[in-house]
């Protein structure tokens, strides 16, 4: 289990393992880099030795199991209010059913058309300082939505659409990442003004990318780049 409590400014994350209904382990750790009203992106990735937590796209702690994988039976949020815990359900029972191995630019066919408010949240974790890693919406041979992530020098974040040829790009001031060869996790929710993106818990687009071919239209995605793509749903 985990938990964040905040005072004021301050605040602690804590990590513990019951067995039995008795605490068996327990680890603490600063706040992390969010806010009050923020929004934030919690990555926890299963290893061997044990929980690999990143919040925000940054590292945080790892977790050493107390208690065998295979034991694991369901999952509880607390602490928040009914409808968050509602959002935060759906997230992440999709995130796990669809948990899968990307392969690079295979492109994934969606179920059904795209609505909207629908959104498609996607982690991994960058493999290179200067090299990009992509994703990019496909409507037949067009690409209606491409999503360019480029760490060389400050970095930048570059969306754009092709359809024929390249359009004017869209270049977001907000470079999201504080570290090098981050992790991440992005989502891009589909509204009627165009795509919401928001990287590691930071709204990027203000205002949202306007679409430039219709929404009904897009059918696949797929990723490509210096990156491991760890899932998308």
Request: net charge positive; hydrophobic share 35%.
């Amino acid at each position: 289990s985990s938990g964040i409590k905040a005072k004021g400014a301050s605040g602690t994350v804590m990590f513990s393992a019951y067995k039995g209904g008795k605490m068996v382990s327990k680890a603490t750790g600063p706040y992390p880099p969010v806010g009050r009203g923020n929004r934030y992106a919690v990555l926890i990735e299963v290893a061997k030795i044990g929980y690999y937590i990143t919040i925000n796209g940054a590292r945080y702690t790892v977790f050493k199991h107390k208690i065998a994988l295979k034991l694991l039976t369901g999952y509880q949020f607390s602490g928040l209010g009914k409808a968050a815990r509602a959002r935060w359900f759906r997230h992440f029972r999709s995130s796990v059913m669809s948990l899968r191995s990307i392969t690079l630019r295979k492109k994934y066919a969606f179920k059904g058309k795209i609505k909207l408010q629908d959104f498609m949240v996607v982690t991994g974790q960058s493999t290179s300082t200067r090299k990009k890693w992509t994703m990019n919406f496909w409507a037949g041979k067009h690409i209606a939505f491409h999503l360019d992530f480029r760490p060389a020098g400050k970095g930048q974040i570059v969306m754009n659409t092709k359809k024929g040829g390249w359009g004017r790009e869209y270049r977001p001031k907000k470079w999201p990442f504080k570290t090098k060869k981050p992790y991440f996790s992005f989502s891009v929710r589909n509204l009627k003004r165009g795509f919401n993106v928001v990287v590691n818990g930071i709204h990027v687009t203000k205002p949202a990318y306007k679409h430039r071919i219709g929404f009904k239209k897009i059918t696949h995605v797929n990723f490509s780049g210096a990156a491991k793509w760890y899932s998308f749903s």
